[in-house]
């Protein structure tokens, strides 16, 4: 396959680095691997003494792992979204991140699905979801969705690393297995204009799959909550409100790992200010968004005054249960990243990337308060008074299994850089040189500040 001169220059690049792992590199390797042990073990325990070892009991049901699988599920439509619009508009500046947007969204839909099974008591009745599922539960519409999108994302993901699978199958690597598993997946792509056609045809037509597709797979799993006649979640507009949060903690996700892999592979050259600063400015236009949904849900809640409702909304506003919670998930995590970018002297790529890592915890709060208050709240009264049957404390199994579950996704995603390059190689002429990205900036920068001179120089003159 032939490339032009720059993709051979990042070819170059990444190739060496996808072979070699570093002392560092080992160092996360070994930290995420013993993370996943001990939610080996911690797996082992549950399936042998039962959920007993979890803080769910009769009353609350749901814990902290239906928390990870709505978290986990939200954060992969931010990348199926950003990644199927910034395609379908040929944003110039997409090329460098859309990558990393992709893999998110295949490696978290993986994830986030074990945590269902996780709840529930009897695996070996699994199979009969699928042998007797009513199709009028919410709960089949969900396991649907998801499977069609995890498919979808996969196809996707596949579809736009074709290229590179082409180039890196000519490409000498000293590790011969990689040369023969690159031309097994490049499926004789050679580049030439009709392939190419027919390759941009099919991606157009995955991202504008894709994008309703996530849409409607995070509004099923908000109707599971909402077709529910429990306070706090019988609402219409739990929907909306499910893909704004959605789409506001995958963004954040993906500037950190924008971040990370910035600094791991150095990559100053590829992923650049510029792109922070504009995934910045969508947290920010989803943060206000998020925080007006926010404020609905609880003003109707309050003023409708139903004594059910009132008793979740007492416990949020509580600060011996859960209001420090609450503030840090409605206000902190919302208004700080808000105020950071919105000011440009705030706004830089490390800033950007701190508010990015408070949003994301935020959003993983709001998660667990959407789903623990509500079941501490029973219509009828307790029958047992246990503390552990009135309030819900997640044990170290639960916690074992979360930490697990973040290492699986850090680990995949590693997997992934090591075997695909985390930014695009071929074709990356399509947008525009981030050379260039960087002088319309710094013409940006150099403009602005010539105009303040202006203004100064002419203040002084009406003075004089």
């Known amino acids: 396959m032939e490339l032009d001169s720059k993709s051979t220059r990042a070819l170059h690049f990444f190739a060496p680095q996808m072979e070699k792992i570093s002392k560092a590199g080992i160092i996360n390797i070994v930290i995420m691997l013993l993370f996943i042990l001990g939610g080996v073990y911690a797996l082992v325990v549950q399936i042998v003494k039962g959920h007993v070892v979890t803080g769910m009991r009769d009353n609350v049901v749901w814990g902290i792992y239906i928390a990870n699988f709505i978290f986990f599920i939200g954060i992969s439509y931010a990348g199926a979204l950003i990644s199927g619009i910034l395609h379908l508009l040929r944003v110039e500046w997409r090329t460098p991140i859309i990558r990393i947007a992709e893999i998110i969204t295949v490696v978290s839909t993986l994830i986030g699905p074990s945590y269902i099974l996780l709840c529930m008591g009897r695996l070996d009745r699994l199979h009969y979801l699928a042998l007797y599922g009513r199709i009028q539960s919410p709960i089949i519409w969900d396991v649907l969705a998801i499977s069609t999108y995890l ?109 990370i892999f910035r600094r791991y592979f150095h990559l100053e050259t590829y992923i650049t200010k510029i792109h922070f600063n504009y995934l910045g400015i969508i947290l920010m236009i989803l943060g206000a968004l998020y925080a007006y949904f926010t404020f609905s849900e609880y003003l109707t809640s309050w003023y409708g005054s139903e004594t059910w409702e009132m008793e979740v909304l007492f416990k949020l506003f509580d600060q011996d249960e859960y209001w420090w919670w609450f503030f840090f998930a409605a206000f902190v995590g919302v208004l700080l990243p808000i105020i950071v970018i919105l000011i440009p002297r705030f706004r830089s790529i490390n800033s950007i990337t701190a508010v990015s890592v408070i949003a994301v915890l935020a959003l993983w709060v709001k998660r667990y308060l959407i789903i623990i208050p509500t079941l501490e709240t029973p219509l009828l009264p307790l029958q047992d008074l246990r503390p552990e049957y ?75």
Request: aromatic share 14%; glycine share 4%; hydrophobic share 50%.
């Open 151 to 259: 498919i979808g994302s996969i196809i996707f993901l596949y579809l736009a690393t074709i290229r590179d699978l082409a180039a890196l199958r000519d490409y000498p690597f000293k590790q011969k297995w990689r040369n023969k598993v690159y031309r097994f997946l490049a499926v004789n792509f050679n580049g030439n204009s009709e392939q190419n056609r027919f390759l941009d045809r099919s991606l157009d037509i995955m991202s504008a799959i894709i994008i309703p597709l996530a849409v409607l797979v995070h509004s099923v799993l908000a109707w599971i909550f909402g077709m529910t006649l429990r306070p706090g979640w019988h609402s219409t507009i739990f929907a909306p409100y499910f893909v704004v949060a959605a789409v506001f903690s995958g963004t954040g996700v993906l500037i950190i790992a924008m971040w």
């Open 390 to 464: 009135i309030h819900y404390q997640p044990t170290l199994v639960e916690w074992l299994l979360t930490f697990a579950g973040i290492a699986m996704f850090c680990f995949l995603f590693y997997l992934f850089a090591k075997f695909i390059p985390i930014v695009p190689v071929v074709k990356v002429k399509e947008g525009r040189n981030y050379a260039d990205l960087r002088k319309m900036v710094q013409n940006r920068i150099i403009k602005r500040k010539i105009k303040e001179l202006k203004l100064k120089e002419a203040q002084k003159m009406q003075n004089t």
